[in-house]
Nanobody, 115 residues
Framework: QVQLVESGGGLVQAGGSLRLSCAAS????????MGWYRQAPGKQRELVAR???????NYADSVKGRFTISRDNAKNTVYLQMNSLKPEDTAGYYC?????????WGQGTQVTVSS
């Protein structure tokens, strides 16, 4: 099993920044790609950003140039640096780890951006 624990959410004004963290424990060797997803009330969960074990990244168009995903392998942690936040970024943010036949989710952390 793999456990993913998110932290770093909160309330911020538009234009501000937050950094989310996702700490992985357990059978981490099962995971090939780590990602961040978000879900706003009444909307489907959507991919925000993801990073492979090799360091390749991709982002949703809506966050390109504002968000940066990174990983610290020594700490088994993935980060999402969010800058220039907008009210439409308000959502629950969820960490995800996938591997061959495996799909793990964290419990989520709330990000609220006030205008």
């Amino acid at each position: 099993q793999v456990q993913l624990v998110e932290s770093g959410g909160g309330l911020v004004q538009a234009g501000g920044s937050l950094r989310l963290s996702c700490a992985a424990s357990g059978s981490r060797f099962r995971i090939n790609v780590m990602g961040w997803y978000r879900q706003a009330p009444g909307k489907q969960r959507e991919l925000v950003a993801r990073i492979t074990n090799g360091g390749s990244t991709n982002y949703a168009d809506s966050v390109k140039g504002r968000f940066t995903i990174s990983r610290d392998n020594a700490k088994n942690t993935v980060y999402l640096q969010m800058n220039s936040l907008k009210p439409e970024d308000t959502a629950g943010y969820y960490c995800n780890g996938v591997g061959k036949g495996y799909d793990y989710w964290g419990q989520g952390t709330q990000v609220t951006v006030s205008s």
